[in-house]
């Protein structure tokens, strides 16, 4: 079954470890073999991990588009959780879905945990700050 991309003018993406930039009007294209697909949407850029857990999902996404060097980011990714969760409990559910889907190599599916993990964050952020 092929993966149907649609993309909008500009926008980029990460294709088997090519990024794709599309021109100027919206694209669809279907991707009929298995690679790596990371939208421009999903991509956290060193600079823009801010936040601890900000800073996991950006591990987990070299987990995801680097292979080669996935013992690096292995021991990288534990130190960071192991940090997190004993500064905030409530972030173990999240760590133990990520570590599931890392541990059998599914970096795809524990970038989307981690994706759900950012927006706990915030909340508990935007709670400390009295903006809730």
Request: hydrophobic fraction near 45%.
């Amino acid at each position: 079954m092929s993966l149907k991309i649609a993309l909008k003018p500009h926008e980029k993406m990460i294709l088997g470890g090519a990024v794709i930039q599309n021109g100027d009007k919206p694209a669809t294209f279907f991707v009929e073999n298995n690679v790596l697909v990371l939208r421009e949407k999903d991509i956290v850029k060193e600079e823009d991990a801010d936040t601890p857990c900000k800073r996991i999902y950006l591990t987990v996404q070299l987990m995801y588009l680097d292979e080669q060097n996935l013992a690096r980011y292995h021991a990288i990714y534990w130190k960071q959780v192991g940090e997190l969760t004993d500064a905030v409990k409530t972030m173990i559910p999240f760590i133990d879905e990520i570590g599931e889907h890392i541990l059998v190599a599914e970096y795809y599916k524990a970038l989307k945990v981690a994706k759900k993990m950012i927006a706990y964050e915030k909340e508990l952020l935007d709670h400390a700050k009295g903006r809730v």
